[in-house]
Protein backbone atom coordinates (compact mmCIF):
# COMPACT_ATOMS: atom_id res chain seq x y z
CA UNK A 1 0.00 0.00 0.00
CA UNK A 2 1.17 3.56 -0.98
CA UNK A 3 1.98 6.27 1.76
CA UNK A 4 0.53 8.69 -0.29
CA UNK A 5 -2.41 8.52 -2.61
CA UNK A 6 -2.89 11.54 -4.98
CA UNK A 7 -6.17 12.45 -6.38
CA UNK A 8 -6.85 14.90 -9.00
CA UNK A 9 -10.84 16.16 -7.15
CA UNK A 10 -11.04 18.89 -10.16
CA UNK A 11 -8.83 20.57 -13.00
CA UNK A 12 -5.86 22.42 -10.69
CA UNK A 13 -7.16 20.96 -7.28
CA UNK A 14 -4.96 17.66 -6.55
CA UNK A 15 -5.58 15.90 -3.34
CA UNK A 16 -2.20 14.14 -1.45
CA UNK A 17 -4.16 11.77 0.58
CA UNK A 18 -1.96 10.14 3.42
CA UNK A 19 -2.42 7.42 4.86
CA UNK A 20 0.24 6.70 7.75
CA UNK A 21 2.22 8.80 10.10
CA UNK A 22 4.55 11.54 8.90
CA UNK A 23 7.89 10.72 10.04
CA UNK A 24 11.12 11.31 9.38
CA UNK A 25 13.08 9.29 6.77
CA UNK A 26 11.80 8.19 3.45
CA UNK A 27 7.87 8.71 3.97
CA UNK A 28 8.60 12.80 4.56
CA UNK A 29 10.94 12.38 1.28
CA UNK A 30 8.57 10.25 -0.33
CA UNK A 31 5.69 13.38 0.67
CA UNK A 32 7.99 16.47 -0.44
CA UNK A 33 8.82 14.35 -4.18
CA UNK A 34 5.22 14.23 -4.65
CA UNK A 35 4.41 17.29 -4.38
CA UNK A 36 7.33 18.91 -6.32
CA UNK A 37 5.96 15.92 -9.09
CA UNK A 38 2.74 18.20 -8.93
CA UNK A 39 4.30 21.39 -8.88
CA UNK A 40 6.03 20.42 -11.74
CA UNK A 41 2.41 19.49 -13.99
CA UNK A 42 1.20 23.01 -12.93
CA UNK A 43 -1.08 21.91 -10.24
CA UNK A 44 -1.45 25.17 -7.78
CA UNK A 45 -4.01 23.90 -5.58
CA UNK A 46 -2.98 21.10 -3.38
CA UNK A 47 -4.91 19.91 -0.22
CA UNK A 48 -2.90 17.09 2.31
CA UNK A 49 -5.79 14.48 3.48
CA UNK A 50 -4.75 13.76 7.05
CA UNK A 51 -7.42 12.13 8.06
CA UNK A 52 -5.71 8.80 8.00
CA UNK A 53 -2.43 10.33 9.88
CA UNK A 54 -2.03 9.33 13.45
CA UNK A 55 1.32 11.39 14.15
CA UNK A 56 3.32 13.65 12.69
CA UNK A 57 7.09 14.36 13.85
CA UNK A 58 9.35 17.58 13.01
CA UNK A 59 10.51 16.18 9.68
CA UNK A 60 6.81 16.01 8.94
CA UNK A 61 6.13 19.47 10.06
CA UNK A 62 9.03 20.68 8.35
CA UNK A 63 8.16 18.64 5.36
CA UNK A 64 4.21 20.83 5.39
CA UNK A 65 6.36 23.86 5.63
CA UNK A 66 8.46 23.57 2.42
CA UNK A 67 5.41 22.28 0.53
CA UNK A 68 3.45 25.39 1.59
CA UNK A 69 6.42 27.97 0.55
CA UNK A 70 7.20 25.75 -3.11
CA UNK A 71 3.31 26.31 -3.76
CA UNK A 72 3.38 29.81 -2.71
CA UNK A 73 6.50 30.37 -4.90
CA UNK A 74 4.52 28.30 -7.49
CA UNK A 75 1.23 31.12 -7.22
CA UNK A 76 -0.52 28.43 -5.17
CA UNK A 77 -1.32 27.18 -1.73
CA UNK A 78 -1.88 24.23 0.39
CA UNK A 79 -4.58 23.02 2.65
CA UNK A 80 -5.01 20.32 5.18
CA UNK A 81 -7.99 18.51 5.84
CA UNK A 82 -9.18 15.84 8.45
CA UNK A 83 -6.56 16.69 10.72
CA UNK A 84 -7.06 14.67 14.15
CA UNK A 85 -6.45 15.74 17.77
CA UNK A 86 -2.75 14.64 18.13
CA UNK A 87 -1.30 15.73 14.68
CA UNK A 88 -3.54 18.85 15.71
CA UNK A 89 -1.92 19.36 18.90
CA UNK A 90 1.64 19.15 17.14
CA UNK A 91 0.57 21.73 14.24
CA UNK A 92 -0.84 24.12 16.96
CA UNK A 93 2.51 23.96 18.90
CA UNK A 94 4.98 24.74 16.16
CA UNK A 95 2.47 27.28 15.12
CA UNK A 96 1.98 25.47 11.60
CA UNK A 97 -1.95 26.74 11.70
CA UNK A 98 -0.89 30.06 11.29
CA UNK A 99 0.57 29.33 7.86
CA UNK A 100 -1.44 27.15 6.48
CA UNK A 101 -5.82 26.77 6.77
CA UNK A 102 -6.93 23.83 8.15
CA UNK A 103 -10.66 22.58 6.89
CA UNK A 104 -12.53 19.27 8.24
CA UNK A 105 -12.95 17.76 5.12
CA UNK A 106 -11.59 17.55 1.76
CA UNK A 107 -14.77 18.57 0.14
CA UNK A 108 -14.61 21.70 2.49
CA UNK A 109 -11.09 22.60 1.61
CA UNK A 110 -11.64 22.85 -1.89
CA UNK A 111 -14.91 24.45 -2.09
CA UNK A 112 -13.36 28.28 -2.90
CA UNK A 113 -10.46 27.25 -4.47
CA UNK A 114 -10.36 28.92 -7.80
CA UNK A 115 -11.24 27.36 -11.18
CA UNK A 116 -8.38 27.07 -13.54
CA UNK A 117 -8.36 29.23 -16.44
CA UNK A 118 -9.01 26.89 -19.60
CA UNK A 119 -9.86 23.96 -17.81
Known amino acids: MHFVVKKQIRPGVVVLEITDSIRMGPKCKQLEQLADEVIRQNEKWVIFDLS ?4 VDSCGVGTIVTVLGKLKNAGGTLRLSGVKEMVEGVLKLTQVTRLVEIYPTVAEASRDLPL ?4
Not at 116 to 119: D, E, L, Q, S
Open 52 to 55: RVPF
Open 116 to 119: VPGA
